[in-house]
């Protein structure tokens, strides 16, 4: 078996993230109103160095709320098992050595980097984990086109964005947001996202937008989502602000670029309610 390069894994995860426009380092925690570093569940002493960044990322990608992580046999000591199918993730630590200079016959220390793999708390079974109840209740018009939508959308974190590598859509929980209407309107958007994804409308902007293609895709998210939210009678504000100097360009540059944006969104538009209209009639059928 080949020796395990820890720093290239770690490395290319790392780079992996960044590729998705995350941050890996900003800890996913804080907004949920939970102590902001990864602590070991059984003695509770904070995670540090690497770790952190590591047990971050993998919180961030999954959606995990707990900031508990733990070794199988530690949660095992708890009366608690991880549940079949679910993936540890790596952490390091540094093993003291020491070896004999054969030159000068003295001993010289140094650290071999070793790995050991943990789970969070919310890979366990047999913990006892209450859930959060959202002030608000489910829009039904929404809920139903968001649950019709193809792919797995993951709650978790304080992030909310679709990711085209995995192809998931990851969101805060719903008991973050204040409102139902703010919590729809930002995961119709993420879902406009998602339908541009080479297995759906194939959304390559790349090569017509330049520097400008993912303020343009952004565009067409937030006319996308506008639209989505019209037609259920949602009232959507502004999400991406911060992309209008780059809207502003782009539409001095080319004065087609907002019917293109029109044009894609309403694409996007229409495949989520193609999507519902299959998830309806799946339903007539089975009540036939």
Request: proline residues 4%.
């Amino acid at each position: 078996m080949a020796k395990r390069d820890l720093y290239q894994e770690i490395t290319s995860e790392f780079l992996a993230a960044l590729k998705e426009g995350v941050k890996p380092w900003v800890c996913p925690w804080t907004s949920n109103g939970s102590f902001a570093m990864p602590v070991n569940g059984t003695t509770g002493k904070p995670y540090n160095g690497m770790n952190v960044l590591l047990l971050a990322m993998r919180a961030r990608a999954e959606g995990y709320r707990s900031n508990q992580w733990m070794t199988f046999q530690q949660g095992k000591q708890q009366g608690a098992f991880v549940r079949k199918g679910e993936k540890g993730t790596t952490c390091i630590f540094f093993k003291p050595m020491e070896k004999e200079n054969r030159d000068t016959g003295e001993t010289e220390s140094y650290a071999v980097m070793k790995a050991f793999t943990v789970f969070n708390r919310e890979q366990f079974e047999g913990f006892e984990t209450p859930e959060t109840e959202p002030t608000w209740a489910p829009i039904e018009d929404a809920e139903a086109i968001c649950e019709a939508f193809p792919i797995e959308t993951r709650h978790g974190g304080d992030q909310a964005c679709y990711i085209p590598s995995l192809d998931i859509i990851r969101m805060p929980t719903r008991e973050q947001f204040a409102k139902g209407e703010d919590y729809y309107c930002t995961r119709l958007h993420e879902m406009v996202h998602a339908t541009g994804h080479k297995t759906r409308l194939n959304r390559e902007l790349i090569g017509k937008f330049g520097s400008d293609a993912y303020a343009f895709e952004e565009l067409v998210a937030e006319l996308g989502s506008w639209m989505l939210c019209s037609r259920i009678g949602l009232q959507g504000d502004l999400q991406h602000k911060s992309y209008l100097a780059h809207w502003i360009r782009i539409l001095d540059f080319d004065k087609k670029a907002l019917f293109k944006a029109a044009t894609l969104a309403q694409k996007a538009h229409d495949l989520c309610f193609e999507y519902l209209a299959e998830q309806e009639s799946k339903k007539e059928d089975k009540a036939a």
